[in-house]
């Protein structure tokens, strides 16, 4: 594994990135609202908040808790123009909206798609499961009483219990 991990690559490495693309920057794997700063003072267009579906670190912190964390300590980042994706545990259309409401400007999922495939479904479960993700966020958007995503907003979501598990010692 350590192998595998390169022990030269630092923020630096984003300047040499720049010269070579006139690509968007999408840095995946952010996990604390410290990292979320220096991605945004380095200019790339987006942060994807991840701990890679948890694969990578055991206990390593929620995505969801990531984006909280940027709200109480960065909130010039939410609505800013670096876009924030969210990964890792999105499952339901509820957890589509919750994610967005918070302030994420998009959600990804991986494994949903992998199991969906699974079981000799192929792409018919992947399309099944695109359809289900589908009606579960138009249906939970008309329980909200909003007809676009944009209408979403933080105070829809009560995050009171995990805002407990926010860390204490952010120093930015
Ligand atoms: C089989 C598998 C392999 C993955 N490989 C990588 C990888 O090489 N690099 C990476 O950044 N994330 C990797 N991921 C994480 C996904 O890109 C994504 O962050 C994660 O699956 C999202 O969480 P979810 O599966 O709970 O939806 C992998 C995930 C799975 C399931």
Redesign the pocket.
């Known amino acids: 594994m350590a192998s595998s991990i390169s022990p030269v690559i630092d923020w630096d490495i984003l300047t040499w990135i720049r010269q070579i693309t006139n690509l968007p920057i999408v840095i995946?794997?952010i996990q604390c609202v410290e990292d979320a700063v220096v991605a945004y003072k380095h200019g790339v267009q987006g942060i994807v908040l991840?701990n890679?579906?948890?694969?990578s670190q055991d206990t390593a912190q929620s995505p969801i808790l990531t984006l909280l964390e940027i709200r109480k300590f960065a909130p010039e980042l939410i609505d800013s123009e670096m876009q924030i994706f969210v990964?890792?545990?999105?499952r339901r259309g509820t957890d589509v909206l919750k994610a967005i409401a918070l302030g994420a400007d998009a959600v990804?999922?991986?494994?949903?798609f992998?199991f969906s495939l699974s079981a000799g479904y192929g792409e018919n479960g992947v399309r099944r499961m695109v359809a289900l993700l589908r009606q579960e966020i138009e249906a939970n958007m008309v329980l909200l009483g909003v007809t676009n995503l944009k209408e979403l907003r933080p105070e829809m979501i009560n995050a009171s219990r995990l805002e407990r598990h926010l860390i204490g010692s952010v120093r930015l």
């Open positions: 995946k794997g991840s890679h579906g948890g694969r990964d890792g545990g999105i990804g999922l991986g494994r949903p992998l």
